[in-house]
């Protein structure tokens, strides 16, 4: 469609009405008010430091489009990926959980399904993170501790233990190792009979966002782009319903990123990923209608809407016009969304229920597919099963008590929130003309680029809220005496990681080593072939009891390791 044939939303003689009325009252009403009374918040910005007016009109939106805005479930995307939304089916309400051994959040994941969740989310411990086993030396005093401890096979069937993969989506927030646990997932369901095609959940994968915020890392990123590259081609082919990666601008938000940059370094990491993928022949609607999304929802609640809103425009106008995409699945943006763990305080900790609630509605309006809240406790441990249960009745309230799901995008139209829309869709395509400028994704995280955008963003927050300028509720306002915990909280039982040694050991004990070692040796060998998939022999590895351990140990043998260069 040519500029000619677009739509305006607003017609000159509407906009000059709009500027005048404006002008009018400003000389007018504001004057004599503010003359009394003068603004409290004469300069006001959203989170991202971007410029708020004091009000809006159609004349803020001079030159935008009603093809710009939309229809849901149709080209650009902006009010959903789908025709119908909440009014079809509600997002997913998937609280993460993952701590001790596989029977320990097995426990808790019955108890979310009892008390109405609908899709499983797994958190795993840093050793399964980090590729070591829980017996090696390094992982002592870590087993279970922060997540679940997976070295086996053997604990991915006690995590899921009579648990219907088939009928319930399971996330897992895992990255370096993200392909092995994929792999016991797969070996899992296929044990199992179940249809790899009826497999629904994802893997979040998105090792990117470790070189650039969360600092989770194995091998250097040039290898792990191939590996990533391999779990979207293997999915794309074997797994219908599946996806293979969570690109999650969550964890650069969490490092200290504004909510534009948590979207413009999301979609750079995204477009690296594609441009992988097809690289090695695959033609981008075969695998692009699989890639999902993982965002934060933050604090300023206007932002986060019109972020969400311009998130899915641009990324349909990336792979529509950047990559070619024809199917509009492949321009459809679905995204996970998790309230904002940096925003929990231990001061006053019942007020960050009020905080959640707030910001899972702002990720309600924005349009999410599936959503986690924070419990009230995790600025002390990881959350207690009541703590959980206020989280998850928080969504269901906003599900099933206030009817916003009835309407699909009702902030859609508002003068403020479409501007935003806009203002945060033209600030992102300026960072990605910047990227682009440097030599794409990878380069610019050799060189530091984002790593020092987010520092500097992150130090400068931490200014703010020392300073009182960005007000925290007892923190920095309305602060009262320190008191002991508050609230009941979750502990880690002593004796978990003695059991998960014990269970790793056994596990060596009854598998075919012979066979394991042949299998490590084919591992390599498939390492060190750039065509090569390392998904097959992984699921091989796996079904014969490898160790987590293991696998990576032999890789980093092909691959080496990172060692990231400080960023100051």
Wanted: proline letters at 6%; one cysteine or more.
């Amino acid at each position: 469609m040519s500029l000619d044939e677009r739509m305006p939303l607003f017609d000159r003689d509407l906009i000059a009405r709009a500027r005048a009325l404006r002008e009018a009252w400003e000389a007018d009403e504001l004057r004599a008010f503010t003359e009394r009374q003068p603004e409290s918040r004469p300069d006001s910005r959203t989170g991202s430091g971007l410029p708020v007016q004091r009000v809006y009109t159609p004349e803020d939106l001079e030159g935008a489009a009603l093809e710009d805005i939309g229809l849901p479930g149709r080209y650009p995307f902006t009010r959903g990926p789908y025709p119908t939304m909440y009014r079809g089916r509600l997002w997913t309400m998937r609280q993460i959980a993952g701590f001790g051994t596989g029977e320990d959040t097995n426990g808790r994941f019955r108890y979310l399904i009892e008390q109405g969740q609908t899709g499983l989310s797994v958190d795993f411990d840093m050793p399964t993170l980090m590729g070591y086993d829980s017996d090696d030396p390094r992982s002592l005093g870590e087993v279970g501790r922060e997540g679940v401890a997976v070295d086996t096979l053997d604990d991915m069937e006690a995590l899921f233990a009579d648990i219907d993969l088939e009928r319930i989506s399971v996330s897992m927030t895992i990255n370096p190792t993200a392909w092995i646990l994929l792999a016991m997932y797969v070996a899992l369901a296929r044990s199992r009979g179940n249809s790899l095609d009826a497999l629904s959940g994802t893997v979040q994968a998105d090792i990117l966002k470790e070189y650039i915020a969360q600092k989770e890392w194995i091998f250097p990123i040039r290898p792990s782009m191939r590996i990533m590259r391999d779990m979207i081609v293997y999915c794309a082919g074997h797994m219908a319903r599946y996806n293979p990666i969570n690109i999650s601008g969550y964890h650069i938000s969490e490092a200290g990123a504004t909510s534009v940059q948590e979207v413009a370094f999301t979609m750079a990491n995204a477009i690296a990923y594609v441009e992988e993928v097809t690289r090695a022949g695959v033609p981008v609607d075969r695998f692009a209608p699989r890639l999902a999304f993982y965002f934060v929802a933050q604090a300023d609640f206007f932002e986060e809407v019109a972020k969400f809103r311009a998130a899915r425009r641009i990324y349909a106008r990336i792979m529509k016009e950047r990559f070619g995409a024809q199917e509009p699945a492949s321009m459809r943006l679905r995204f996970h969304c998790q309230t904002a763990a940096a925003t929990l305080t231990k001061a006053q900790p019942m007020n960050n229920i009020v905080r959640t609630a707030l910001q899972a509605l702002s990720a309600v309006l924005g349009g999410a597919q599936s959503l986690h809240t924070n419990g009230l406790d995790e600025a002390y441990a990881i959350p207690s099963e009541e703590a959980m249960k206020v989280a998850l009745r928080t969504q269901q309230i906003l599900a099933h008590e206030t009817r916003i799901p009835n309407v699909i995008d009702p902030l859609g139209g508002s003068y403020y929130v479409e501007a935003l829309t806009r203002d945060i869709e033209a600030r992102v395509f300026e960072i990605l003309a910047k990227v682009d400028a440097m030599g794409g994704t990878i380069k610019a995280i050799e060189e530091g680029y984002f790593q020092r955008e987010i520092a500097d963003s992150a130090y400068a927050t931490a200014r703010q809220r020392a300073t009182g300028e960005q007000p925290l509720i007892g923190v920095n306002m309305h602060v009262e005496p320190p008191q002991p915990v508050p609230v009941p909280i979750h502990k880690v039982d002593a004796a978990v990681e003695a059991r998960q040694i014990q269970r790793l050991r056994q596990a060596r004990q009854r598998r075919d080593s012979p066979r394991v070692a042949l299998l490590l040796d084919r591992l390599e060998r498939e390492a060190r072939d750039p065509a090569g998939n390392l998904m097959p022999v992984t699921i091989e590895l796996v079904e014969a009891r490898a160790s987590l351990g293991e696998i990576v140990a032999r890789l980093r043998q092909v691959f080496g390791s990172y060692v990231e260069t400080p960023v100051f």
